[in-house]
């Protein structure tokens, strides 16, 4: 019964014990079967979700820094394949365990088995979702937080409180993706969300006691919606974003898009006399249209005494947000200099031939390559540094190892978009106010001498975003905007980061090679799967061909389609909208358009 005296002393010693230097940090392991559920998270509608052992919402994954992680997955879908994603880790020497499928590894065909392993060593507020077409917003995406031992916040506060904040769509995504990117949806208007979930659902409550601090954890899990977050009476002390400790920054209300996470103390009252609301709103401005009858707005409650009333938030007149470009993150690394390499992505929204909307980075829409990326780098000795052999529609870069790398991107699109970088965090040096077109690297505002750091930024309407990193993580890592429709259209760049170092260091488990071969996808050779030429990219993957010459502005296919409409009727737009459109068509549509008399610049 007594506890002996060595014992005691050995767990004193690991208390004491910085975590590194524990002889075994544990191993947790998780069987996931991905299967179908039905949900009905805001009280609206029920629908099919992708849930995770018959279960929705997903489970929280709450690990140790330093933990080993396993994570056994099993489709039991039937109809759709997926893979998970873990966001904000950095996966280092374990590429392969990133998830994105194209990227690092093969799709997981329904049936299959695919084993996740990998050591956290950073903490903070992450989360994990599908990373192939369209699969999260369907239901596959979850919490994952990463407890730390050593947290510069520890004893500043008495207890931690999750909240997810998400869209909702009431329809399936394989069908809202075909009526996005379709030519009966030419400037490419994004389905808007139904409604809005904190932690999955609506009206959530949190019990607080007076005088007493809790740190609040936030992700924004969602599929487009930016949303504003505040509580009323109460102050949000940031402590922490995107896995990066800040220095304490207080602030009112915080904006957090797709992907992004957020901690913050706060501090309670010291009476129980009212309980106080607290809201997240989604941003309106990157909707195209707001539906009638939507509400944006979730509401939950910190009650500190469930016998008093519940207030009705009051309606704010503006949103004022925390600009997160003020914090400071708590380590003081300094500003990157001495750049050597700089990548630019000049991003665009515009048709192709069949008359959709895609997304553009230096007039190249992502289209998955046939070989996923990372096993072309693995499979091709010394071309492996060649980016020719990643393929004429992958965005890719190949990096040196041990370099400052600088990413420039300008929006010539005017909305806003959250970009994400796997792999690593970066310095987010610049971010220009909106309507201020193209980077000028010799006449800029003058960048932070400590710049906050994140792994997902947005950029304005219309300006420009400046990012640094060190190239220290061999891997292949997308680039993209986290608002998946986006993803879908193609805004995504592949970085191939020291792919020779990769080939030392990375070996591929055989379950990752059967999945391939479940799913008959090639695993070796170049984009296209040519092992013998590398050089030969005969029969990759493209996008749709551009637009004939004049017909490049998105105004004027839009104009065209409605003229259609106009001379036609109804019943050739209805027609239009299940065959995809040729040039000809397209043609004899311009064609028409003079014979009207119409304008067409
Ligand atoms: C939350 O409360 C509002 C207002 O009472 C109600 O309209 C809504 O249906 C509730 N949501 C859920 C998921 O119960
Ligand atoms: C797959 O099955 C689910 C559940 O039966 C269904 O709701 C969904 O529409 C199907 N999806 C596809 C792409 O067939
Ligand atoms: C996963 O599915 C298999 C096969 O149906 C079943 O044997 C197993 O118990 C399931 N695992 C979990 C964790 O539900
Ligand atoms: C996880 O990876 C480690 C390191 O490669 C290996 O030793 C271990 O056997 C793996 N575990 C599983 C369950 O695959
Ligand atoms: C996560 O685990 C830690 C350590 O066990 C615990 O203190 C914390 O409350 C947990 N967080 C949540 C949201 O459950
Ligand atoms: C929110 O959901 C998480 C699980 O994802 C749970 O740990 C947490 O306690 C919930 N928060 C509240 C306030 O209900
Ligand atoms: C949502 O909240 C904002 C800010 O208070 C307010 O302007 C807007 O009218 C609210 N929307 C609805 C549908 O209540
Ligand atoms: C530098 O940029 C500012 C702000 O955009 C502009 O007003 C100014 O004319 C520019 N100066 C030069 C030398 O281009
Ligand atoms: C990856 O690990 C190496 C070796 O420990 C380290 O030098 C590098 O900074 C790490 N990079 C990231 C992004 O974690
Ligand atoms: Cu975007």
New binding site residues.
């Given amino acids: 019964m007594a506890l002996s005296l060595s014992n005691f002393l050995y767990s004193s010693l690991l208390l004491l014990l910085p975590f590194g230097l524990m002889a075994d940090a544990a191993t947790v392991t998780f ?3 991905v299967t179908w559920v039905r949900a009905n998270p805001d009280g609206k509608f029920e629908r099919p979700t992708m849930g995770i ?2 279960q929705w919402p997903l489970p929280l994954l709450n690990i140790t820094k330093g933990d080993n992680v396993i994570i056994n997955i ?1 489709n ?1 879908l039937g109809n759709q394949s997926t893979s998970f994603h873990f966001h904000g880790l950095f996966m280092n020497g374990t590429t392969e365990m990133d998830g994105p499928v194209g990227a690092t590894q093969c799709g997981i065909p329904p049936g299959s088995s695919f084993t996740y392993n990998f050591t956290i060593d950073q903490p903070g507020t992450y989360w994990y979702h599908a990373h192939q077409r369209g699969r999260y917003p369907d239901g596959l995406r979850g919490p994952l937080l990463v407890n730390d031992l050593e947290s510069p916040y520890l004893g500043q506060y008495d207890e931690e409180v999750l909240l997810t904040l998400s869209d909702w769509y009431h329809d399936e995504m394989p069908e809202l993706i075909a009526k996005f990117i379709s030519v009966a949806n030419p400037t490419g208007a994004e389905p808007v969300p139904n409604s809005a979930l904190i932690n999955d659902t609506q009206n959530v409550t949190v019990s607080v006691q007076p005088g007493r601090t809790y740190l609040f954890r936030m992700v924004n899990m969602g599929a487009f919606a930016s949303q504003y977050f505040w509580i009323e009476g109460h102050t949000m002390t940031i402590v922490e974003v995107d896995g990066v400790y800040t220095e304490p920054a207080e602030a009112s209300m915080i904006y957090l898009t797709a992907a992004q996470r957020y901690s913050f103390l706060l501090t309670t009252k010291n009476e129980i006399s009212s309980n106080f609301a607290f809201v997240a709103s989604m941003d309106h401005d990157l909707f195209d249209k707001v539906p009638e009858g939507l509400n944006s707005n979730t509401t939950g409650w910190l009650v500190y005494d469930s016998n008093v009333e519940r207030p009705t938030p009051a309606l704010l007149d503006a949103f004022d947000a925390f600009d997160d470009f003020n914090l400071v993150p708590q380590d003081g690394q300094k500003l990157l200099t001495n750049v050597d390499y700089v990548m630019t992505l000049d991003m665009k929204m515009d048709n192709l031939g069949d008359g959709a909307n895609y997304a553009f980075f230096n007039d190249v829409t992502y289209v998955r390559p046939k070989v996923p990326t990372l096993y072309t780098a693995l499979s091709t000795g010394a071309s492996a540094t060649d980016v020719t052999i990643y393929g004429g529609n992958t965005n890719a870069f190949v990096l040196a190892k041990d370099e400052v790398i600088e990413i420039v991107l300008n929006n010539d699109d005017p909305g806003k978009h959250p970009f994400h970088l796997h792999g690593h965090n970066f310095q987010a040096v610049l971010r220009s106010d909106e309507d201020t077109g193209f980077y000028d690297p010799v006449n800029h505002t003058a960048f932070p001498a400590v710049p906050m750091r994140r792994d997902t930024v947005w950029v304005k309407p219309n300006g420009h975003i400046v990012l640094r990193f060190t190239s220290d993580n061999p891997g292949v890592w997308l680039f993209h905007c986290h608002i998946e429709w986006h993803v879908n259209s193609g805004l995504v760049a592949t970085i191939i980061e020291a792919p020779l170092e990769m080939q030392k260091t990375i070996s591929i488990p055989s379950d990752h090679w059967q999945v391939c071969r479940d799913s008959q996808t090639p695993y070796a050779g170049n984009a296209a799967g040519n092992t013998v030429d590398l050089l030969d990219l005969t029969g990759e993957n493209k996008s749709p061909a551009p637009l004939p010459a004049g017909f490049t502005a998105k105004g004027i296919v839009a104009l065209v389609f409605s003229i259609i409409s106009a001379l036609l009727g109804m019943v050739v737009i209805s027609w239009y909208g299940v065959a995809p459109i040729g040039t000809s068509e397209l043609q004899s549509a311009e064609k028409r358009i003079a014979e009207a008399g119409t304008e067409v610049k």
């Fill in positions: 069987d996931w079967n052992n018959n099993n039991q």
